[in-house]
């Protein structure tokens, strides 16, 4: 852990193991209850000079994170691969996009702008200021163990808050790495804390009881995300929530067929499929169903399931044995209602895959509103298609979620695609595009797939106050 500006030792540690193989790779600190409530002392006690810097001298900070960051790129990714899973490939460009927020974020910090506004008093000026909201309390998942780190950090120390970390339990080793960058480019003492538990609630109670900590910031799922809004808002804590998705990708039949499948192939597979904004429903018109299926299929056959420190490796593990187990069920569930398997639909246990969580890049296709897949959140490496005939039918379906984080839109018919993006009901939407996502453009989702955005001039607005000053003169 690092609180204060130090490295905490304990003899009390939990194990990280490598999900490829089930090996050990290191260990961390076991923090509590009162750990998190040490840090965010520090935090608090840091903030006043923090946020009395210019924007100028912490935008410096982040500059050089950015840098530091990238020179130690092929090290975090093999840290990432091994601690993670995700193919060494996907992990450098990860890294990548981490750094990315760093810089985004050095150069916004320099924008954080308040306004002049008239009054009809000829006595009296109005100025609005922005200020940091304070001390801010982040909690990050595994899928994404460093750019999820860098997405909050950034843009709350640019904003002049201080923050404290904990980093989700299966991947705490690359969160040590992303706050010994912070630690080496001279983040000053308490402006930065990480705690790492193998037990999360007490740390998220504390998060959300302190009265010191002024704002919560959560990546992970819907359920999680709500139980901690609820918690933090006795004290209206600010919140800021990135939770589940189940994003639908429609492919319409003006759309080139076996360019949609390939794009799929890309994004569903991606991660494992352990993303948020991976597609969970892929609609496709019913006339070109067949040229799609036998495209996406040829493209599964291809993919390689293995250690992701093997370059042959295009697909790695999922993080532990309970995803495993959602994913299998969601897959008998939906044999067992009707549903057609293309490929895949079984755990991975040859060539010494029993000893990693690897499950088959899988293809249903038949899929219907009555099974498991259809409204759970996967987060598994199952390509779920379904048949539809027209435009309206098919927005409405994919309207049909409580979720409204990302969705995709496949069509040569620029009115339908204007259409689709104005009635789809998501924040993200991909129209013939397979990654809508940037450091420089908003992240986030409606519905109950949270709250706030990340990134893009909308990331700092979340770590900031609006304060007016009516002046008489
Ligand atoms: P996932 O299902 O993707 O693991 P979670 O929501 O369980 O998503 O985990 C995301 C993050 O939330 C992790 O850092 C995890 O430790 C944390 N977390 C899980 N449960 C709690 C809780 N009760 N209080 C605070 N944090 C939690």
């Known amino acids: 852990m690092y609180i204060n500006g130090a490295w ?3 003899s009390r540690t939990f194990p990280v193991f490598n999900p490829a193989n089930g090996e050990q790779i290191g260990a961390v600190v076991d923090g509590d209850r009162g ?42 990714a093999q840290l990432m691969t091994r601690e993670q899973g995700k193919p060494l490939k996907a992990a450098l460009n990860e890294v990548k996009y981490a750094a ?17 506004i008239p009054s009809s008093r000829s006595d009296q000026r109005f100025l609005v200021h ?15 163990p460093v750019s999820m780190l860098t997405r909050k950090l950034a843009p709350a120390l640019a904003a002049g808050c201080t923050v404290v970390l904990k980093p989700a339990e299966a991947t705490p080793l690359c969160a040590v790495a992303v706050f010994e960058i912070l630690h080496e480019v001279g983040i000053p003492a308490g402006v930065v804390n990480l705690v790492t538990a193998a037990d999360p609630a007490p740390i998220g109670e504390e998060f959300c009881t ?28 600010r919140v800021s929530m990135e939770l589940g998705g189940h994003a ?28 948020c904004i991976s597609p969970n429903r892929i609609f496709v018109q019913r006339n070109i169903l067949a040229p799609f299926l036998q495209t996406l299929q040829e493209r599964i056959g291809k993919l ?27 897959v008998r569930n939906a044999l067992d209602m009707g549903a057609t398997l293309h490929a895949g639909g079984r755990r991975l246990l040859e060539g010494g895959l029993d000893r ?6 899988t293809l249903l296709s038949g899929v219907s509103p009555g099974m498991l897949i259809y409204r759970e959140e996967t987060f598994g490496p199952v390509a779920a298609v379904i048949a539809f005939d027209e435009e309206a039918e098919v927005l409405a379906m994919a309207n049909d979620t409580s979720y409204g984080l990302a969705a995709y839109v496949y069509t040569g018919n620029l009115s339908r695609a204007m259409r689709s993006f104005e009635s789809l009901q998501f924040g993200i939407i991909g129209i013939n595009d397979i990654n809508p996502t940037s450091a420089a453009a908003p992240f986030g989702g409606m519905k109950e797939s949270g709250l706030g955005r990340e990134g893009a001039r909308e990331g700092i607005e979340e770590y900031l106050e609006t304060k007016l000053g009516g002046f008489s003169i």
């Open 8 to 10: 905490i030792q304990s």
């Open 35 to 76: 750990d998190a409530c040490t840090a965010i002392a520090a935090a608090a006690a840091a903030l006043p000079a923090w946020s009395a810097l210019t924007a100028y001298e912490r935008s410096d900070k982040l500059y050089s994170a950015h840098r530091l960051m990238l020179e130690r790129r092929p090290q975090l």
């Open 100 to 116: 990315d927020f760093l810089l985004w974020f050095a150069e916004e910090a320099k924008r954080v702008y308040g306004r002049t």
């Open 130 to 144: 922005r200020q940091p909201v304070g001390v801010v309390a982040a909690i990050t998942p595994w899928n994404y």
């Open 210 to 237: 302190n009265p010191a900590v002024r704002k919560l910031t959560f990546t992970g799922s819907t359920a999680v995300g709500k139980q901690l809004a609820q918690a933090a808002a006795p004290q209206l804590k």
């Open 248 to 275: 639908p990708f429609i492919v319409f039949d003006d759309a080139d067929p076996l360019h949609a499948a390939r794009g799929v192939a890309l994004v569903k597979f991606l991660n494992t499929g352990q993303a």
């Open 304 to 330: 390689q399931a293995g250690d992701g420190m093997d370059p042959a490796t295009s697909i790695g593990p999922l993080v532990n044995q309970a995803a495993v187990d959602k994913v299998d069920r969601q």
């Open 356 to 361: 990693g969580f690897f499950y088959a890049p």
